[in-house]
């Protein structure tokens, strides 16, 4: 009792002081931009530190720093290697960690809400489970998503791969050189044709192997053979000079081949849930005849 009291205590001052703050905000906006109300400077520096969070935020942050802080995440690589496999679903490692706090957040109420429901109705045994469930789900989702979302640009990567070798083989063999056929390739747009932008741009900066090691690091799928071979391509001819033409040729047939069987696989996929949806309509049809007639028995 002594624990829950405490607890009520805790969240109803919470609560009245995000509503006090939330006041003060609101009658403070009066007769300014509000551009910076968001961001605690640093004085010295004059440098944005970290926009300022609410009190719940801030709570989840000291209780599970390795999870939502990003200046002490332990998975902070791995974050950002999926940020740019996604193609930079979120624009920073901070806007991510702070979109998995209010995710969780939405994940711990949902989950709290149903575990009263549950002790509510007197099936107490199943409220820690399904707030634990929810928790689990808060804490994945945020990842979950940047893989989704790496999965789908793998998955348009390689239908503009397509367009972007037959334009990069036309130009090739109108006798545009590699570099500026690279570049107009990248004109082209997409996923593929942009990493080729990202290339041709850091080529321009940097020598080639730190430019293919940057593309490299902003593939969604590490892989794709396609790709690789592709890429691979490109080193030799940048290094050693090797022809490009045939392999190019050769790369766009690979891919259209691999383009076809998987369109084909998606409707043949779609053909038998088709069929299964008869298959169970019929079924449904049958038991709703002879249910009257079972029930009579």
Same mark, same amino acid.
């Given at each position: 009792?002594?624990?829950? +009291? ?13 509503l006090?703050? !939330?006041?003060?905000?609101?009658f ?7 551009r ?8 010295s520096t !004059? ?5 300022? *969070? ?5 709570i ?6 390795e ?11 791995? /974050?950002?290697?999926?940020? *740019?496999?996604?193609?930079?679903l979120? $624009? ?10 209010r ?17 509510? %109705? $007197?099936?107490?045994?199943a @409220? ?6 929810? +928790?689990f789900? !808060?804490? *994945? ?6 893989? /989704?979302? @790496?999965?789908?640009? @793998? ?24 570099? $500026? ?7 082209v ?8 932008g ?25 892989? $794709?053979?396609?790709?690789? %071979? ?10 050693l ?8 040729r ?15 696989? *998606? ?7 088709? !069929? ?5 309509a /019929? %079924?449904g049809? /049958?038991?709703? +005849?002879?249910?009257?007639?079972? @029930?009579?028995?």
């Amino acid at each position: 009792m002594t624990f829950w +009291i405490f607890l009520g205590a805790l969240s109803a001052s919470i609560f009245a002081y995000e509503l006090g703050a !939330g006041i003060q905000a609101a009658f403070s906006s009066f007769g300014r931009t509000g551009r910076l109300d968001d961001f605690v400077t640093d004085d010295s520096t !004059g440098r944005d530190l970290m926009p300022r *969070r609410s009190s719940l935020e801030a709570i989840l942050i000291t209780l599970l720093p390795e999870r939502f802080d990003a200046r002490k995440a332990g998975n902070r690589a791995n /974050v950002i290697d999926l940020l *740019r496999r996604s193609g930079y679903l979120y $624009d920073t490692p901070g806007d991510f960690y702070s979109a998995s706090i209010r995710i969780f957040i939405r994940y711990l109420i949902i989950g709290g809400a149903f575990a009263a429901a549950m002790s509510v %109705l $007197d099936m107490g045994f199943a @409220a820690a489970p399904m707030a634990g469930v929810f +928790i689990f789900l !808060g804490l *994945r989702k945020p990842y979950t998503q940047l893989k /989704v979302a @790496a999965k789908k640009r @793998a998955e348009a990567m390689r239908n503009n791969m397509l367009i972007g070798l037959s334009v990069l083989q036309s130009l090739l063999d109108s006798g545009v050189g590699v570099q $500026d056929a690279l570049r107009r390739t990248a004109n082209v747009g997409g996923p593929f044709c942009n990493l080729l932008g990202l290339l041709v741009a850091r080529m321009g900066i940097d020598d080639f192997d730190k430019a293919l090691s940057t593309v490299r690091a902003h593939v969604p799928d590490p892989d $794709d053979v396609e790709l690789n %071979l592709f890429l691979t391509d490109l080193e030799g001819y940048f290094k050693l000079s090797r022809p490009i033409s045939e392999s190019v040729r050769a790369l766009r047939d690979a891919v259209h081949r691999q383009v076809v069987e998987d369109t084909e696989a *998606r409707a043949a996929l779609v053909r038998q849930r088709s !069929g299964l949806f008869g298959v169970l309509a /019929v %079924l449904g049809l /049958v038991l709703s +005849i002879i249910a009257p007639f079972m @029930a009579a028995f």
